[in-house]
């Protein structure tokens, strides 16, 4: 059955972690904007352009930019299958318009995975995480460390910091999540489709929980 799902959560929750598992499992679309719109900066596109100063001060891309980025994701035809979003809806008005993309398509919603875990982990998983520039792996310097020091365990490639990885940017995201994202949980509460899971675990008994959370949200199916 066709699954179309959010996940939300604070930068460093670990969306990003569990997406990529639960995406592969239900053999749907990892759509994460904000990987799209690190290929976007990396391409050069005019989207990059216009996203990467704000993107490295911490802040929020407008609603206006990111809606048309994901209206041309979910009109691919792979997303007809069901999807998993990730990093969107950020607010309120993009999850306005995440209603109307789906509408057009006669889609709905079916759930929204919200994970949640405190400031003081979110400093330390962001200031811990080094990315392989060539394959995207991510590494955790103490859950998740690579087999040699700096180095992809796949490629042998020199792994690198994202630039809104230090402390300064990431107290900034977490800000813009605080007064942005934070209130759509009481949306998507009040529309019946929340589920809430702790992000504080081990990686495995995160994914568990969220697997355990959809199955009882679907009745036991
Ligand atoms: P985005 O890339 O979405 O960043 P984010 O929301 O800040 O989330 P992160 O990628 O930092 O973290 P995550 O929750 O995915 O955690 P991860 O699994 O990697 O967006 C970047 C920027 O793009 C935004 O700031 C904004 O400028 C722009 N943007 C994107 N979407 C936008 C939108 N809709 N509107 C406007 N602007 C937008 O895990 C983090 C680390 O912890 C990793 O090292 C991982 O190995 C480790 N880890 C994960 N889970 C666990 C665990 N359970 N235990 C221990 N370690 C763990």
Known sequence: MALNLVMLGPPGAGKGTQAKTLAAARGIPHISTGE?????????TDIGLRAKAVMEKGQLVSDEIIVGVVRER??????????????????????NGLDAILARFGLTLDRVVAIEVSEETVISRNTGRWVCPKDGTVYQVKTAPPKRAG??????????????DQEPQIRQRLREYHQKTDPLKDHYRGKGLLLE?????AADQV??????????AAGGR
């Open 197 to 201: 899971v702790d992000g504080s675990q």
């Open 74 to 95: 979910l009109a691919k035809a792979d997303a007809r299958g069901g999807f998993l979003l990730d990093g969107f809806p950020r607010t309120v008005p993009q999850a």
């Open 207 to 216: 994914y568990a929980s969220i697997v355990s959370a959809l199955r009882s």
């Open 151 to 164: 180095l992809c365990d796949l490629d042998g490639t020199p792994l690198v910091q994202r630039p809104d």
């Open 36 to 44: 799209m719109l690190r290929e976007a900066v990396a391409a050069g």
